[in-house]
């Protein structure tokens, strides 16, 4: 089959590898018929997730065909059309039991490398480096799912691809990011970085009640997609942030702040922006959490910080007297997919939400090297890549 696989920073190659095969009795292999490029593959590109290898397989918003199925899967026939979460899940231990599908404590083989990182081993996910599995993902034309009976969810009829594709990351992931703020009547929510995910986020914070949202970022086609979703928006590079928000919200700040942004963030003329590039740089510092810094300091008093953008190590500076002295709360996670996966689905077939109205680009596999810098350096108006092998 064809494939995108990573060969190193900045070098990613449409190739020939093997087609996947069943491997346990609960996975089934899906001939893919759609699949996107996530902001968080863009740091597999840029050199910064450790754990990649050459000839790893990308992708992890992906959906498509079932073509076979192992002996022990219940759930899943051939010919079932289905969105695959990028999360791989059990379903089974302590985590999964309790919905907390990201946290799954079986599906990642290579948990060693993660717990010496971070403590603990998160879930594996697909197409995401040895220290998460190292699955290969589905930039390609099949893909195997493993525990295929607990992840996938079937496509009802009368749907397109590209309304439900988004439900394998970005919308659960920016749902999550505006449930996680708790949001009551009247409240607003300021969301930093108005990519595919924030986009998510701005929508996704109006269904759950919000009266305002304040949207920052600095590209113009981002911004005005913000805008038709009815947000207000800020351009970083030309405001000051901080003051502008203070002005908005009768000097108390936004009742919850979104990072939708995470650990590339736009290198601004800020000190401590430019500090961390010189220290990420350097290998001095693994993250610049630039917006981070930020987000915690305008938030009003007793807020929600909620973080959906990818951090991979060990911040810097981070301001905990602020937040500790305030009265913060800190909510953030990789998105347990699959507890969202029934709720949105239904929103979409209600047509409170058509998620396709973030994509700029649709093209073939083999086109996807040259759309990941085009999507990296949001040339061309790109918000999201949507692939069709
Ligand atoms: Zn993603
Ligand atoms: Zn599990």
């Known amino acids: 089959m064809r494939a995108l696989c990573y060969h190193g920073k900045h070098d990613i190659r449409c190739e020939t590898v093997p087609d996947p095969t069943i491997e346990d009795g609960r996975d089934a292999i899906i001939k893919v018929t759609a699949c996107a490029i996530c902001g968080s593959d863009l740091h597999l590109y840029d050199g910064i997730m450790p754990g990649m290898e050459t000839g790893d397989v990308l992708g992890h918003e992906t959906m498509g065909e079932v073509v076979e199925v192992g002996k022990d ?3 899943l026939k051939v010919g079932d059309r289905v969105v695959v979460p990028f999360t791989i899940s059990c379903g089974e231990c302590f985590f999964c039991r309790r919905g907390l599908y990201s946290g799954c404590e079986r599906s990642n083989p290579d948990k060693a490398a993660a717990e010496k990182l971070w403590g603990h081993s998160p879930a594996g ?3 995401y480096s040895h220290l998460l599995g190292g699955y290969p993902g589905g930039q390609a034309q099949y893909l195997r799912v493993p525990y295929a009976d607990v992840g996938p969810i079937e496509v009802p009829e009368g749907l397109t691809d ?4 988004f439900l394998s ?3 659960p992931t920016g749902y999550m990011a505006a449930e996680n703020c708790n949001i009551h009547g009247g409240d607003t929510v300021a969301v930093w970085g108005c990519g595919p995910v924030g986009q998510m986020a701005i929508k996704s914070a109006f269904l759950l009640g919000a009266e305002r949202v304040i949207a920052i970022d600095t590209v113009p086609e981002r911004l005005a997609l913000a805008r038709r979703s009815g947000a207000v928006t800020l351009d970083f590079m030309d405001e000051d942030i901080y003051d ?3 002005d908005m919200t009768s000097g108390r700040g936004p009742d919850s702040c979104i990072d939708a942004v995470g650990t590339e963030a736009h290198v601004t003329a800020s000190a401590d922006s430019v500090l961390d590039r010189v220290k990420t740089a350097t290998f001095m510092g693994t993250d610049r959490p630039h917006v981070l810094r930020q987000a ?7 807020g929600t910080v909620s973080i959906v953008g990818v951090y ?6 981070m301001p905990m007297g602020s937040a500790v002295n305030r009265g913060l709360t800190f909510r953030m996670a990789q998105t347990p997919v699959q507890r969202y996966l029934p709720e949105l689905m239904a929103r979409i077939e209600r047509g409170e939400i058509d998620p396709s109205f973030i994509i700029t680009h649709r093209a073939g596999l083999e086109d996807g090297p040259e759309l990941y810098k085009t999507f990296r350096d949001k040339q061309d108006g790109c918000v999201k890549v949507v692939l069709k092998p």
Do not use: A, S
């Not at 590209?162 to 594709?165: A, I, K, P, T």
């Not at 915690?296 to 007793?302: A, K, S």
């Not at 991979?312 to 500076?317: I, N």
């Open 312 to 317: 991979g190590g060990l911040l810097d500076k």
């Open 162 to 165: 590209e309304q439900v594709l």
């Open 296 to 302: 915690i300091n305008c938030c009003r008093n007793f």
């Open 73 to 75: 899967n219940t759930k």
């Open 169 to 171: 990351d970005i919308f």
């Open 244 to 246: 502008k928000l203070q």
């Open 125 to 127: 996910l697909f197409g």
